[in-house]
């Protein structure tokens, strides 16, 4: 079992800057994948942006050169993931989710399994 918290969610004006933070606790080793969606008012939720455990990052078109992802692994059963995100728009109003993708099993019979944070609401006005 993975648990998923994320912090650091507020209201800002446009052209401000945020940073959330997840943290994975429990399973530490499991992780493969962390990300951030995020989710508007009648609309489907959207991948902003993941990191995998080799480091590698992929973005929304959308937030290319305005979010960064980063994350640290703690070595006491944490893994931290960040969402640095600069010249917020208006249309960045969202709730923001982290997702943990976490794989188990042996080599020749592993199975995945994503966690879900409880959101935090960014709130960008203009």
């Known amino acids: 079992q993975v648990h998923v918290v994320e912090s650091g969610g507020g209201l800002v004006q446009a052209g401000g800057s945020l940073r959330l933070t997840c943290e994975a606790s429990g399973r530490a080793s499991s992780v493969d994948t962390m990300g951030w969606y995020r989710q508007a008012p009648g609309k489907q939720r959207e991948l902003v942006a993941e990191?995998?455990?080799?480091?590698?990052?992929?973005?929304?078109d959308s937030v290319k050169g305005r979010f960064t992802i980063s994350t640290i692994s703690r070595g006491n059963g944490k893994n931290t993931v960040y969402l640095q995100m600069t010249t917020l728009e208006p249309e960045d109003t969202a709730v923001y989710y982290c997702k943990v993708l976490s794989v188990f099993g042996p080599v020749e019979r592993t199975y995945k399994v994503d966690y879900w944070g409880q959101g935090t609401q960014v709130t960008v006005s203009s």
């Open positions: 990191i995998t455990r080799g480091f590698s990052t992929n973005y929304a």
